[in-house]
């Protein structure tokens, strides 16, 4: 793009959902605001209401009674009032670390910002910095793609095999591995997938439900979130029954998928020899488990302390008092 008499790289590009506004970062630090009916070419006037000395790397915006404009530099992370109260003021800065270029994203659903750095994925509100999300490699880039954030590695050594529990995708046979890409649940703070890509990624968007990867080799890669039900399997062989709690918790199935969950960790307790850990999980799912079940396949000392635990519980029926008295 040319300002002036001088040939400018664009660095960064957001627009609100009505396109009434566009914002252009560039390459020398000058941020544009473009504003007009652009969808009708009715005519639109441009004035530039940032300039510094660092790139810019990117550019959200956040929308309400007021209009933010975050800004992130190779230095600095920032926002600026582009519309409504506190409109013409000068930018705030947010934080004293900047990012890298294609490294801050925006959270719709939180309305917050998020920017990855080497050391971790760090969220920034109108006040300043919030959380942060741990995750040790280099970042190319971040995305949001419904509840996981979106992770592009540049290449390091070794190689890594897909490891999927949300995702499915097409299978490609690559000898060589260069980039890394990850999906990261933040709630349940777990890696839902994570490969080694055998081309670097150009673009990363999402459509029609589904997650897609364009690479520098033309290929075009989808993800498609698993089911409840397969993610659940998936815990399961890997004895993550902790894990599978948290997750049915989140998802707000229903009390008797729960303790389904409940009982299967109780069995697999009661297998590592576990009996008071076990127990505890076994409690947790009587709601809709006829204790007699338990009782049946369980060890006599076991028998008798899960019968004392349901006797306080005031829920042991006359049938499991027969069977246990007759141990």
């Known amino acids: 793009m040319t300002k002036g008499s001088e040939l400018v790289q664009i660095s960064a590009f957001t627009a609100l959902s009505d396109l009434s506004q566009v914002a252009v970062g560039f390459a020398n630090g000058s941020v544009t605001i473009i504003r007009g009916d652009l969808i009708h070419d009715r005519g639109a006037r441009q004035r530039i209401v940032f300039e510094s000395e660092e790139p810019i790397t990117g550019l959200a915006t956040q929308d309400g009674l007021t209009t933010a404009l975050y800004i992130s530099t190779t230095n600095r992370i920032l926002t600026l009032i582009i519309s409504g109260r506190g409109q013409g003021q000068p930018a705030r800065v947010l934080e004293d670390t900047g990012c890298g270029l294609g490294c801050m994203t925006m959270d719709k659903d939180s309305s917050d910002i998020l920017i990855a750095r080497e050391d971790a994925v ?17 970042k190319n880039s971040i995305n949001i793609f ?26 490609t046979d690559e000898l060589f ?49 698993k089911s409840l039900q397969q993610k659940l399997e998936i815990l399961y062989q890997r004895n993550l029954y902790i894990l599978a709690i948290n997750l049915a918790q989140k998802t707000d199935v ?42 049946r396949k369980v060890g006599i000392s076991f028998r008798l302390g899960y019968r004392g635990l349901l006797t306080q519980s005031s829920i042991l029926t006359h049938n499991v008092s027969t069977i246990s008295s007759n141990i």
């Open 122 to 138: 760090y969220t920034y509100g109108s006040r300043g910095r919030g959380p942060s999300y741990a995750f040790e490699s280099p």
């Open 146 to 171: 419904k509840d996981y954030i979106a992770l592009v590695c540049p290449p390091r050594a070794g190689s890594t095999k897909p490891d999927s529990l949300n995702m499915s995708m097409s299978q």
């Open 177 to 225: 591995n260069t980039t890394t890409f990850t999906l990261l649940d933040t709630d349940l703070k777990f890696i839902s997938h994570s490969e080694s890509l055998s081309s670097s990624v150009k673009y990363i968007f999402t459509e029609w439900g589904s997650l897609f990867l364009l690479t520098t080799d033309g290929k075009i890669y989808r993800y498609r979130e």
């Open 254 to 295: 229903d009390s008797m998928q729960q303790n389904a969950i409940y009982r299967k960790y109780g069995d697999f307790l009661y297998q590592k020899g576990d009996y008071d850990t076990a127990m505890q999980q076994y409690l947790r799912a009587i709601d809709n488990t006829e204790p007699s079940q338990v009782i």
